[in-house]
Structures are given as structure tokens and as C-alpha cells.
T-cell receptor
Framework: TQLLEQSPQFLSIQEGENLTVYCNSSSVFSSLQWYRQEPGEGPVLLVTVVTGGEVKKLKRLTFQFGDARKDSSLHITAAQPGDTGLYLCAGTGNQFYFGTGTSLTVIP | DTAVSQTPKYLVTQMGNDKSIKCEQNLGHDTMYWYKQDSKKFLKIMFSYNNKELIINETVPNRFSPKSPDKAHLNLHINSLELGDSAVYFC?????????????FGPGTRLTVT
């Protein structure tokens, strides 16, 4: 059983479309991070959310931490081919857990 | 300058061999990690070291042994390699322990066991 489940696992969309990736758990986390991993490279941190209900925006990306600090979402507006990659959520508590990952492909 | 570096980038070897992967970070971080990413892209933590002390040791085979000569280095040694060890291995570091803080990842080492 994975501690952090992401959905969808795979997502292929056309350039300009919007999308949302979900990260769900039954556990409460002190904070939640989102990383993006491009092929052949390691994950790179996009954002950290700490407070329940917190919303952070990074250009076309909007991140939300659930009120109960058990889940999070990542919304991308007007996706671009450069957004293609593997998106990973990661929860911090006593330890550090990565989610199952969402592979996003944006088609030009 | 590369923050977290790993060598080699690619490693192809036969079953039963012993191999090592090296990792160095120049960020001055206190904690370093090793992760294994399988074919389904799931990233699983294997070890972390904080000031030369092992603080997490997930249920990995004892054929895997991390070695940290100093705070800036955490090498991974693997004995008696098996087919199932084929994966991408990532080294990472963070300023704080595994309970929080941004983790900086190396570029990964793709290990193929034949």
C-alpha cells in the first residue's frame, strides 16, 4: 500500500488545455511538496505547502493543500509542451514519502 | 557548479558482481539520501545519513550498504548484484532531516544488471 496515491498515473493532453493532478493519503502530513522530474534528470522542487487550505501559485501552476493536510492538488492552466514530465508529490512527517507519480505529456 | 553529482551516469554489469555508485554534494547540507526509482517511476527511499549517522534504513537487502566518508559524500555499494536491482538510483541531499526541507537530487545512475 502506497502512502501517497497520485491520480491520474498517466495524462496526455493537447497544448492549451487545463489539467489537475491529485495526491491523496489517509495520513496527515506536516507539509507537502511537489516535484517535477524530466527524462534523464532528478526531481526538482516546485513548491512546498505547509498550512491546511493553503494555495500557492507558480505562473500557470496552482497548488493546493487540503484542509486536513491529507491531500493536495496541482492545477496547470493552458499547458505547454515544456510542462511535460513526471510530477511527484511528497509528504513530510516523521519521514519523507514520495507519491506514486503522474506522467504528463503535452502534445504541441 | 553541480550541486549534487553522481558517478557513473550509466552502469551495466553482470549478475553476481559488486559495484559502487559515488555521490557528492557541495551544498553544505547535513543529510544525504539514496533513492531507487523502478520501471514504474516510483521513487523509494533506501537510506539517509545525517552527520555520518544512518537515520533511516528502509527494508532493503543487506547487499546494499551506504558509506559516508564525510558529510559531503554518500556512496552506495552493492554486493552480488541481481536482475531485480536494475533501476535508476538517485542521490539527494537536504539541509534538514527527512522530516522536511527541500531535497536536491543528483542526475541519477541507471544500473542495468544482465
Amino acid at each position: 500500500t502506497q502512502l501517497l496515491e497520485q491520480s491520474p498515473q498517466f495524462l496526455s493532453i493537447q497544448e492549451g488545455e487545463n489539467l489537475t493532478v491529485y495526491c491523496n493519503s489517509s495520513s496527515v502530513f506536516s507539509s507537502l511538496q511537489w516535484y517535477r522530474q524530466e527524462p534523464g534528470e532528478g526531481p526538482v522542487l516546485l513548491v512546498t505547502v505547509v498550512t491546511g487550505g493553503e494555495v500557492k501559485k507558480l505562473k500557470r501552476l496552482t497548488f493546493q493543500f487540503g484542509d486536513a493536510r491529507k491531500d493536495s492538488s496541482l492545477h496547470i492552466t493552458a499547458a505547454q509542451p515544456g510542462d511535460t514530465g513526471l510530477y511527484l508529490c511528497a509528504g513530510t512527517g516523521n519521514q519523507f514519502y514520495f507519491g506514486t507519480g503522474t506522467s504528463l505529456t503535452v502534445i504541441p | 557548479d553541480t550541486a549534487v553529482s553522481q558517478t557513473p551516469k550509466y552502469l551495466v554489469t553482470q549478475m553476481g558482481n559488486d559495484k559502487s555508485i559515488k555521490c557528492e554534494q557541495n551544498l553544505g547540507h547535513d543529510t544525504m539520501y539514496w533513492y531507487k526509482q523502478d520501471s514504474k517511476k516510483f521513487l523509494k527511499i533506501m537510506f539517509s545519513y545525517n552527520n555520518k549517522e544512518l537515520i533511516i534504513n528502509e527494508t532493503v537487502p543487506n547487499r546494499f550498504s551506504p558509506k559516508s566518508p564525510d558529510k559531503a559524500h554518500l556512496n552506495l555499494h552493492i554486493n552480488s548484484l541481481e536482475l531485480g536491482d536494475s533501476a535508476v538510483y538517485f542521490c539527494a541531499s537536504s539541509q534538514v532531516g527527512p522530516s522536511g526541507g527541500e531535497q536536491y537530487f543528483g542526475p541519477g545512475t541507471r544500473l542495468t544488471v544482465t
